[in-house]
């Protein structure tokens, strides 16, 4: 046999050897591509910042848990209007449910629990949380029809617009916020104490009482919102 024919036949050979590898190794790239990007992406991300993570204050999903973070990314998505008698309703289940709440109003509601932890062993530390809505002129018709509550330690605080019709009850204290601004929410400075965990669930909706004065169809679908919220030292 030739030089030449051995020579085409192993070339052969590995032409249909790549022609099997190729599409694995392509699917394995996927693969790891949207894991990763599943993990680390997002339609919002609640974190703290590097200063705070330099000393040694983490984000977690669990309490008690040593996978302790600096960022966790949710997933937000399209969302229809609800009243707050409804989201009260679902209270119980959404602050007892660690991580994203995936209930019965998960349509009409972003939910997240979550535990922000200090790790120092003798160290105390002011925490604040700032709330920033990014892309705010893609929300601006709607974001007067926002509503963001945050609950930590049985305290529960809701942020509205300063344009929005104004509610109150005695459960919540509430707080405009300027849609105008970078940071729409800036919240009170909580001491956090050495090897400590506090718990905090977060939930943003649109109110669709306000919609429906507002002459505005409660049924229609609205944007998912881009939100970024970060826990800082206040010294």
Do not use: C
């Amino acid at each position: 046999m030739r030089l030449s024919e051995i020579w085409n036949k192993k070339g052969t050979k590995k032409l249909s050897l790549l022609k099997v590898l190729a599409p694995v190794a392509l699917l394995t790239f996927t693969i790891v591509f949207l894991t990763f990007y599943g993990v680390n992406t997002g339609n919002f991300s609640i974190g703290v910042s590097s200063n705070a993570y330099d000393r040694n204050i983490s984000i977690s999903i669990t309490p008690d848990s040593n996978e302790n973070k600096k960022t966790i990314y949710v997933n937000s998505r399209n969302l229809l209007p609800i009243n707050l008698l409804t989201v009260e309703s679902q209270l119980d289940e959404i602050t007892t449910t660690d991580g994203e709440y995936k209930g019965k109003y998960s349509r009409n509601i972003v939910a997240y629990s979550f535990y922000i932890k200090n790790e120092s062993s003798s160290l105390s530390f002011d925490l604040a949380y700032s709330i920033l809505l990014r892309d705010i002129k893609k929300y601006q018709d709607e974001i007067r029809y926002i509503k963001i509550m945050v609950i930590s330690d049985d305290e529960k605080t809701i942020y509205q617009s300063s344009l929005s019709e104004k509610k109150y009850q005695d459960d919540y204290s509430y707080y405009d916020f300027d849609e105008n601004a970078k940071e729409i929410v800036v919240g009170k400075p909580k001491i956090i104490s050495a090897r400590s965990e506090r718990k905090y669930t977060i939930l943003f909706w649109y109110d669709g009482d306000e919609m429906v004065n507002a002459n505005i169809n409660k049924n229609d679908i609205l944007e998912s919102l881009k939100f970024q919220i970060n826990f800082e030292i206040v010294d």
